[in-house]
DNA sequence: TATCATTTGTAGCGAGTGCTACAATTCTGC
DNA sequence: GCAGAATTGTAGCACTCGCTACAAATGATA
């Protein structure tokens, strides 16, 4: 009703889901460097991405044009306020995905790696269900 | 000392697990299909994952330069030994996913999609745990 | 067997993400 | 202010995964 046929197929979600992965971590990239340093260039997010600089300047400039980005040539990169409410929903995400998996018993390192490439697919059902689990624990 | 340093990237870690997603994802499906019907064919790995034959066939073709799966020209497709053994393993790793979020608590359908997304990103310390929660659930 | 439907293959396009090499700009330090 | 370092942008290539349109092969049926 609401959705493309398409999007009934598991496959066609996930990869819907990688389409918007990439938005998602380069808005939170940006959200964290500017609230830890003030700004965030093109090398920094190359860094954190680990990727060439060239890649980020291209993804960079989508993302502008998306309206979540924006920034001038040669200068820093700040978030819009769509890039703001974006980074914010996906640092709780991550967040919930992380404190989850730690209540669950993995350990640390494993986590975070783990963190980053599930994020992107847990629907909204698997997320209250892991932010109840976190509560619970938490609770005892 | 074992792998690239950009392996110890997460993001780039996720890159390379988005790599490996389609080969696990296509060869599962060739194993599920030829154990219910008898043989896969091109069509069928069409409708399975929502995308056309020209896709499939492109990705089969690849598949095949990896020694995961043998075909000829208008044929079925089958999977080699090296594609069984990856196919039992994805199949593994996707019921223990499965079979978590179920005993998370998560919604069949959900679970289901979800599971999709999420089983390629599972590193062993954090299947382990799952595994472990789903045997508690179980045992109550 | 000859025809028609189904299936599979091929050609060629677009979007996305990666790269190196080189050019342009900005920043730093003398 | 000016030279050299650092940063950013551009050109052009590769690979993956989508697609439509058309061609070839296979299968089914009259």
Redesign the pocket.
Known sequence: MSEPV?RNNP??K??AD??A???EDYVEAVSDMVHRTGEC??????KI??????????????LQEQGLIE???????RLTSSGEKLAANSRQRHEIVLQFLLALGVPQDDAERDTEGIEHHVGQATLDRMAAFIRERSGD
């Open positions: 398409k496959f066609a996930v990869r990688h389409a992965e990439t938005a260039r093109v090398r920094d997010l190359a991405m680990g990727v060439s600089h060239v890649t980020v300047t291209r993804i960079v400039t989508r920034t001038e040539p040669y200068r820093p990169v």
